[in-house]
């Protein structure tokens, strides 16, 4: 396992941290206050490739690999989590199942727009009662002549209102628990899907959330996207993937929180010098820097460990449990580091705090991450 960089993938990186920079930082903080979708900054995005990152060329993406997606997601969680999170659920949770289980018209028809930036991608799989039980779902979905019609409500949606194409999962009978879930490629451009108003959240503010109704919403027959009654599996394959996103997202944010804290404990003077020089901040910064370096060590094994044949359900749930509670505590150190001033929003790091929080909870909680690796070192003690 080499985590040296290749040269497409340092490119990728200077790339995307220098927009950072330019593009997106700046106005983190006011987007944050205002809730404003950066509309124009995703298209900018857009002609970057960034949207279709790992869709093949073929299709109008890009054809990165993996670890270059990853350093993608942590230098924008670095500069903006909000705009992160948009780019990762069009990359991971939309682009990636069509890829994966789509049919060659499908893969044409869908990915060419989405991997261009002209329209963005979401995932409908939470409802009000399906959380962390995923096999729940009370959306049906019915047969009539040519399409497939879905009705049921969708929870706690990325993208919703601003999104054109979701991979939704539906159930011909709620009985059938996970065997009767089927995967649909939805166009919410349509009547029959009605967004409801954005979620108020703590974090991540000017990425848009909300609740979907489908009313009769229609799904031509061919946009079913794997066989009848395989939802389920794609679902759990696809967030096996897309975990590795909210980790890198994490991992981003805490080194956004160190790098402020390193700054401010350099400027702020007490008992008549820096902050870095008193023991105490000194060593909780050693520990904020080993932490961020064990996670991303974690998720760079993981991402090799995504390309080799096989589910990769252990590995990318250690990289996203570990990367997400670990972002937490940085960030909580950060404003510890901070002191009052940690408390204002006119430190970056106020923000930082309130955005890490959900990744413990999205794409699976941590303790779903931990039923995730408990379930399979039962299979190893077994096999012992």
């Known amino acids: 396992m080499d985590f040296g960089w290749n040269e497409q993938q340092e490119m990728v990186r200077d790339m995307v941290r220098s927009f950072a920079e330019d593009r997106i930082l700046p106005g983190a903080a006011e987007r944050d206050r205002t809730g404003a979708f950066p509309a124009g900054i995703l298209g900018e995005m857009g002609e970057l490739g960034l949207l279709g990152m790992m869709v093949p060329e073929e299709y109008g993406g890009a054809g990165m690999d993996v670890l270059s997606y990853l350093l993608a997601v942590e230098e924008l969680a670095r500069a903006d989590a909000s705009i992160a999170v ?6 991971s949770v939309c682009c990636w199942p ?4 789509g049919t060659e018209e499908q893969k044409r028809k869908y990915l060419t727009p989405l991997a261009s930036g002209e329209v963005l991608g979401g995932f409908m799989l939470t409802e009000p009662q399906a959380g962390s039980d995923a096999a729940a779902l009370r959306t049906r979905f019915v ?16 993208n919703a209102g ?3 194409y979701f991979v939704c999962l539906a159930t011909e009978d709620p009985a059938l628990k996970a065997q009767g879930i089927s995967a649909f490629i939805l166009d919410a451009d349509q009547p029959g899907v009605v967004v409801n108003r954005p979620e108020e959240k703590m974090g991540l503010r000017s990425s848009k959330t909300a609740m979907v109704t489908l009313e009769g919403a229609r799904v031509p027959r061919d946009a079913m996207l794997g066989a009848q009654g395989s939802g389920f599996r794609l679902a759990l394959a696809t967030l096996d993937h897309s975990r590795l996103g909210i980790a890198a997202q994490a991992v981003g944010i805490a080194q956004a929180a160190l790098e402020e804290s390193l700054r401010y404990a350099r400027d702020r003077q007490q008992f008549g010098r820096p902050l870095y020089r008193h023991q105490g901040i000194a060593f909780r910064l050693a520990e904020m820097d080993t932490e961020l370096a064990a996670a991303r060590a974690l998720l760079w094994s993981a991402a090799w460990e995504s390309t080799r044949p096989g589910r990769h359900s252990r590995t990318s749930a250690r990289a996203k449990l570990h990367a997400s509670e670990m972002c937490n505590r940085i960030v909580a150190w950060a404003v510890q580091i901070h002191g009052g001033y940690g408390f204002s929003k006119e430190y970056t790091v106020e923000r930082l705090y309130r955005d890490a929080r959900v990744t413990t909870v999205y794409e699976g909680t941590s303790e779903v991450q931990k039923i995730v690796i408990s379930r399979a070192l039962r299979e190893v003690a077994e096999g012992l």
């Open 86 to 91: 948009t780019m990762t659920v069009t990359n």
């Open 98 to 101: 069509i890829l994966q289980y």
């Open 143 to 158: 047969e009539d002549g040519d399409h497939w019609v879905l009705e049921g409500s969708k929870a706690w949606i990325t």
């Open 162 to 164: 601003v999104a054109k």
